[in-house]
C-alpha cells in the first residue's frame, strides 16, 4: 500500500492556521474593498456621512462574519454535508440554515454599529426593519452559498489527497438505515489523486466516527469512509473487531492492554503506543475477548 505523501502530514500542522489565514484575509480584503467603493459613493452622491461611517457599516459586517459566522458555517457544513441523493431535503435544511445565518448577522452587526455609533457620539438608524432584513437577506444568501462551495470543495480536495476510502464495487455510502445484512468485505478501496489501491481489512487497526464519515486507522494514518460507525461495523468481523466506545472501534489483534480507571471506563493501549477510550459499557465485553483472544 502506498504511504502517504510527506507533504500531507507536513501540512496537517499547519492546516488550521493556513484556514483561518485565508478567511481572514479573504473577509479583511472585502472588507476595505466594500469600505473604500462606499466612501466613494457617498463623495460622489454628496451624501453628508462623516468618513469613518463605512468603516464602521462594513467593519461590523466583517467581524461577525469572522467571528461568528465562518465557525458556525464550518461547523453545519461539517455535521449536514450537502449529499445529492438527499438534495431537496438538504436543500431545505440549507435554506433554514440561510435564514438563521442572516438573522445573527444582521443583529449582531446591528448592535456593534449602536456600539460604534455612540462611542463617536452620534445615533445609528438601521431603518425599516423588514425592508433591511430582505436586503440583508439576499447578499447573505448568496455569501452563505459561496461559502458552501468554497468549504465543500475545500473538503473534497483534502480527502483526496488524504486518501478516500470506499468498498469496491460500491457507490456513495449511505448514512440511513441498512436495508439488509451487510456483506462482510475483506477489503476498502483507497481513491488519492487519481490513484487507487486495496486496503485489507487486517491492515485496519482502529476506526473512529468523524462527523458523516468513519476514518480508517492504517498505518499511522487514517482514511475517510464516508458511512456511519454502526453500518461499519456491521460489515466488520465481530471475532477480528470490537466496539469500545461509542466513536471507536478496535481490532483485536492490536490491543496490548486495558487500563481500567477509578471512573469505570478504561484506556485501550494499542501496540503502536495508540492510547483508545473505551467506554464502561463496552469495558468487561472487551476484557473477555480480549483474554480469548490471549
Known sequence: MPNQPLSYQRYLPWKPWVEAGLWTALILANFLGNSLTTLIDLRRLGAGSASWEPVVWEGSSALVWLLVLVPG???????????????????????????????????????????????????????????????????????FAAMVVLM???????????????????????DGPAAGPAPRPERFLVRKLGREFLVAIDEIEWLQASGNYVNLRVRGRDYPLRST?????????????????????????????????????????????SVLPCSRRYRQALRERFDAQG
Open 73 to 143: 458555517v464550518a461547523w453545519f457544513t461539517g455535521r449536514f454535508p450537502f449529499y445529492w441523493h438527499r438534495l431537496w431535503r438538504r436543500l431545505a435544511l440549507y435554506a433554514v440554515a440561510s435564514v438563521v445565518l442572516c438573522l445573527v448577522h444582521v443583529l449582531a452587526m446591528v448592535g456593534l454599529r449602536e456600539l460604534a455609533y455612540a462611542a463617536m457620539g452620534a445615533d445609528y438608524d438601521f431603518g425599516p426593519w423588514p425592508r433591511g432584513l430582505a436586503y440583508e437577506y439576499l447578499k447573505d444568501a448568496r455569501d
Open 152 to 174: 465543500e470543495g475545500y473538503r473534497f480536495l483534502m480527502r483526496r489527497w488524504q486518501g478516500e476510502a470506499s468498498l469496491p464495487g460500491s457507490g456513495v455510502e449511505d
Open 229 to 273: 460507525l454502526a453500518r461499519v461495523e456491521e460489515q466488520l468481523d465481530p471475532g477480528r473487531f470490537a466496539r469500545i466506545h461509542r466513536s471507536h472501534v478496535v481490532a483485536l489483534s492490536q490491543v496490548a492492554s486495558i487500563e481500567p480507571l477509578d471512573s469505570g471506563d478504561a484506556r485501550v493501549h494499542l501496540k503502536d503506543g
